[in-house]
């Protein structure tokens, strides 16, 4: 299977100054504030408009469920055009689907534009990725991805707080003017970010299909895939459920400083864990960092002992989390050919959809059976005895590679 490129000549070396930085962090963070108030907020709306419980988490699975179809499409299509125009699609798409909830509070309509918001999904995140990656001075592509990584966690913290206050003083179609209009801010800041003209966003492969499987051909992914498919079962638990054991061991306990300080280690784990995956190297962090997360998910099965360790385990687990995440992903960059970045990134991200919903799924069972404190210790102790292998699989790549 032939690439082949179109040469388009860079006129100069391509230098991304404080300004253009800024305008590519201000559009990351005012979609990742809408994208994850839609996850929060529709369910609530979906339940007022009249629809059944199941019919309200329907809605949000068909949402995760069409963003990791439409991503086997739209990566290589970035890698053909570039990110950034998909991008602008996504966030347009995020911007007009609140109108036309306004022009009809149906179920069906929510449905449909849950499916039309999925093109933000699938390209917005694996995009950030890759422009993060594209604009960074050479070998500082863990540290500036670790920025943009910040930006998604301010985008995290804020985006359903927003959403909620705005809803619950107000209604639901003042939200939905607040969020078409930060859409619009950060279409605009996306729009004026100057990105480099490389001549590998021109390749033609034989169909998606054909990049998808060329990008699949680099054996040294499949362990660092591995990691994220682990990270991302925790990730999906402590999201889910941790509240509901918080509030289990500890009644009337303040649950949300456990997501608090989950938060400030998460930034804190983007910032350090990206400029020291620079320094010395992405494997001689990840693994570690998996190992702290597993250690987390394991202590956190012990919170009954003290309600002290509930803070403890969410900077444990912050860390993990957000530091293996963000060394993994500069990882897959290094290791994807330049030409099928955004392809190799949207593998990424639909590893991590479809772990979160089986980690929903498996908690959500452990839940009625054997009990969340029982989960979480084994989700830890998979994740550490997990660790050995993968990291003796990467290893024995590497150094097949280098013979």
């Not at 930085?21 to 609530?44: E, R």
């Not at 930006?151 to 939905?176: Q, T």
């Not at 963000?326 to 190799?344: C, G, N, Y």
Request: aromatic letters at 12%; glycine letters at 10%.
């Amino acid at each position: 299977m032939q690439i082949r490129q179109d040469h388009y000549q860079q006129t100069g070396p391509f230098i991304s100054g404080p300004l253009n930085w800024a305008l590519f962090f201000g559009s990351v963070f005012f979609f990742v504030l809408n994208l994850f108030a839609s996850v929060s907020i529709f369910p609530s709306y979906s339940l007022a408009i009249g629809s059944s419980p199941f019919q309200a988490g329907l809605q949000n699975t068909i949402f995760s469920l069409m963003a990791v179809v439409l991503r086997f499409f739209f990566g290589p299509v970035m890698d053909r055009k570039g990110p950034r125009p998909p991008m602008l699609l996504g966030i347009f798409a995020f911007a007009t689907a609140p109108l036309l909830l306004m022009l009809s509070p149906t179920y069906s309509m929510l449905l449909a534009a849950r499916i039309y918001q999925s093109i933000g999904l699938a390209v917005y995140l694996p995009g950030v990725s890759t422009l993060a990656a594209d604009m960074s001075p050479p070998g500082k592509i863990g540290t500036y991805l670790g920025a943009s990584r910040i930006f998604i966690n301010l985008g995290l913290l804020a985006g359903p707080a927003a959403a909620l206050f705005v809803i619950g003083e107000f209604n639901y179609e003042s939200w939905f003017i607040i969020s078409a209009a930060t859409c619009v801010i950060s279409f605009i800041l996306l729009y004026a970010v100057k990105t480099p003209d490389l001549s590998h966003r021109s390749v033609r492969v034989a169909g998606s299909l054909g990049q998808i499987m060329t990008a699949l051909t680099e054996k040294q992914i499949y362990p660092v895939l591995g990691g994220i498919l682990l990270y991302s079962f925790t990730y999906s638990a402590v999201v889910s459920f941790a509240a509901v054991y918080i509030e289990a061991t500890f009644p009337n306990s303040q649950a949300p400083y456990f997501f608090i300080a989950l938060g400030i280690a998460g930034v804190a784990g983007c910032l350090g864990a990206g400029a020291l995956s620079d320094l010395f190297s992405r494997q001689k962090l990840a693994w570690p960092l998996l190992i702290l997360l597993g250690a987390g998910a394991l202590a956190f099965s012990f919170i009954y002992l003290s309600p002290a360790l509930v803070i403890v385990c969410a900077v444990i687990l912050g860390l993990g989390i957000q530091g293996s995440s963000l060394v993994f992903a500069a990882w897959l960059i290094d290791l994807s050919k330049p030409e099928l970045r955004a392809t190799t990134m949207s593998l990424q991200e639909n590893s991590i959809d479809i772990m979160f919903a089986l980690g929903a799924l498996v908690f959500g069972l452990a839940a009625q059976g054997p009990g969340l404190g029982t989960a979480f210790a084994a989700a830890g102790i998979l994740t550490i005895a997990a660790v050995l292998p993968l990291a003796r699989i990467s290893g024995n790549i590497i150094a097949g590679k280098n013979q």
